[in-house]
């Protein structure tokens, strides 16, 4: 298996400008060569993001739409590897915490290691978080430390979706439930053993507009992410 190319997945709700500035970004750090596809994931018809999604596919061929099925956004990241048709791809969300500039490092680690994921990791010590809660922040380490501990990985954010993922992988492991993909996502991949890899990131929160998490929201995914955790780990 060798890198062909990446398809970027944008996952977008209310998001206006910041999809624009998200879109702009990957162009701006993947080669033409290297990018297969960005498939904007609009919630629906109607969000905020739709309308912008039809205008920068109007205007770039290299965009593509794909509407959620699932009403559900975690269950809606199971909608998006069968679409892939190259050989990696990446999943983002169009608020710009994510830095578009980690993509160009993906590409090139992937180039060199094309059976390996490579993670955006924010809680590497080299990494740079900004404007993230102070209880936020302990909650999250805290889940990502019950799991390093439970899998025995060196590891520090296996929650991060923030990769580039070989399809390959994704299609071996058979994740066959679209509710515990997203919990899922990195831990049948440590747990069976792949290569993986984690290098450091700028993750800064969210400043203006409507995120799309709340306390509650969170809360729930990682109680659920720690149990699929369990459950993974002693073949429950």
Avoid at 53 to 63: C, F, M, R
Avoid at 97 to 110: G, P
Avoid at 197 to 218: A, C, D, M, W
């Amino acid at each position: 298996m060798n890198f062909t190319a990446l398809t970027v997945f944008v996952m977008a709700k209310n998001e206006t400008d910041l999809l624009r500035q998200t879109v702009s970004s990957i162009r701006s750090n993947c080669n033409d060569e290297d990018l297969a596809k960005i498939t904007i994931v609009p919630k629906d018809e109607h969000c905020a993001s739709y309308a912008v999604a039809q205008e920068l596919k109007n205007a770039d061929s290299k965009v593509d739409i794909h509407i959620q099925q699932a009403p559900n956004p975690q269950i809606c990241v199971s909608e998006l590897p069968p679409l892939v048709e190259s050989s990696h791809f990446v999943i983002m969300v169009a608020d710009n915490e994510m830095d578009a500039r980690d993509l160009s490092t993906f590409i090139e680690k992937a180039k060199q290691h094309p059976q390996r994921i490579i993670c955006a990791a924010k809680w590497l010590p080299e990494s740079t978080v900004i404007g993230y809660g102070a209880f936020h922040a302990f909650c999250s380490k805290t889940m990502n430390r019950i799991i390093t501990l439970l899998f025995n990985k060196k590891v520090c954010d296996p929650f991060s979706i923030y990769q580039i993922y070989p399809i390959e992988m994704y299609r071996r492991l058979n994740f066959d439930n679209p509710e515990t993909v997203l919990y899922e996502y990195t831990l049948k991949p440590l747990h069976a053993g792949e290569e993986y890899e984690e290098i450091p990131t700028v993750y800064e929160s969210r400043q203006n507009g409507k995120t799309n998490f709340n306390f509650h929201i969170l809360c729930s995914v990682a109680i659920r992410f720690i149990l699929t955790g369990i459950k993974i780990r002693f073949h429950l």
